[in-house]
């Protein structure tokens, strides 16, 4: 059969368009892809890159804050929202732009529209056009996941965020996650009260309990109100606010309600059923170790998948598809040792096993050490950090580093790199430290905090 295309891609961020360029660009397939919103996806137009830059906007009281304590007349004023989303877009254009000229450059054919399956090898455009195509990449991602409850339309959602005309006076964050605290500390740097609920008894569940408990405390130590076993039961407009009313029957009235309780795979309407490919029970899209579905012409990548919900992952399990099934290179995208950074204030980041995973598969000692930093304990604050590695008692290896203190993302990847190598415990006490640095804790502490 003659195909339209070797390649059509649905989905233009990031995993979409790495597949899409490595396929063409350096395996000479012909391309097509199709985004029906603004190239780049989640991460570049509603996610890590937006989210990055108001953290960045947000930090500036703390910052103004301390070089007082330093000796600077300084003072930070008021924030102006409006000149900051002004250059935000700019920015995100910016990248729009660098995207889709990448795609151009590789000689990819973009349609500016939505794409449906219609068949193994056949996609159905919004336009009315049919295209075929001897492989199908499906690439659309996540969204964000608000539950049903009386008033549940009136609240925003994490990419509602970027797209307000003015900031709140006071903002009710709901979640626990990454997300929702990511955003509950830029709301509270930018000036605005904020409030969080979160239902269970902690956020940042799935973390390591000893980093999270700190960044749960720094959380409340900046102000906001973090209020956990708390539930959303209705959400009431009034005069221009919102009335929340909890499932414990308390009330209370917010100028904005952000829901941020999580993501699911964005695959309504994309035509799965015609395909008969049935949907896990996350409602993901199942593949295997080569991103190919029960389909042998269909393939997905990125947070459809509902494996590892990083930017850095879609791509990597792009281009190994690219490069396995159009550069006679046979590659899977490695998923262990996934580094990952939490951008609240204080920063948390991680790379393997929490010390609760580890103890449940065997004999493990922790080594942490939590300190005030010289930088700001000098300022007369209360900040502290955790350094933490968590050590198979057999072989030594480093099963998890975890981190919270500023740049805490940065720190990781380095980490990442020696567990990814292998690194034992004694491979890092070999290493010399760098002084005076906080991360110096890494290779310096000597004997275990504790055994299991």
Known sequence: MDFDYDLFVIGGGSGGVRAARIAAGEHGARVALAEEYRMGGTCVIRGCVP???????????????????????????????????????????????????????????????????????EVTLATGETVTAKHILIATGGRPYVPAFPGSEHAL????VFLMDAL????????????????????????VKTTQYQRSAHVLKDFDAEARDLVEAGIRASGIDLQTG???????????????????????????????????????????EAVEIALGPKGQIPVDDWSQTRVPSIFAVGDVTDRIALTPVAIREGHAFA?????????QADHALVASAVFTQPELASCGMTEAEAAARGPIEVYSAGFR?????????????????????????????????????????MVAIAMKMGATKEDFDRTCAVHPTMAEELVTMRKPTRSS
């Open 51 to 121: 989210k990055k830059l108001m953290v960045f906007a947000s930090s500036f009281p703390a910052a103004m804050e301390e070089a007082r304590a330093y000796g600077w007349s300084a003072d930070v004023g008021r924030f102006d929202w409006t000149a900051f989303r002004s250059k935000l877009d700019a920015e995100l254009d910016r990248l729009e732009r660098a995207y889709r000229s990448g795609l151009s450059g590789a000689k990819v054919t973009v349609y500016d529209t939505r794409a449906t399956i219609s068949g193994a090898h």
């Open 323 to 331: 490069d396995t099934v159009f550069g006679g290179t046979a590659r």
């Open 157 to 160: 959602t994490s990419n509602d």
């Open 373 to 413: 930093p010289m930088r700001t304990s000098f300022a007369g604050q209360p900040d502290k950090v955790l350094f933490k590695l968590v050590v198979d008692a057999a072989s030594r290896k480093v099963l998890g580093c975890h981190i919270v203190a500023p740049e805490a993302g940065e720190m990781i990847q």
């Open 168 to 191: 709140p006076d006071s903002v009710l964050i709901v979640g626990g996650g990454y997300i929702a605290c990511e955003f509950a500390c830029i709301m509270n740097g930018l000036g």
């Open 230 to 272: 708390t539930e959303v039961a209705s959400i009431t407009p009034e005069g221009g606010a919102f009335r929340v009313v909890t499932k414990d029957g308390r009330e209370a009235v917010f100028g904005a309600v952000i829901h941020a309780t999580g993501r699911v795979p964005n695959v309504e309407g994309l035509g799965l």
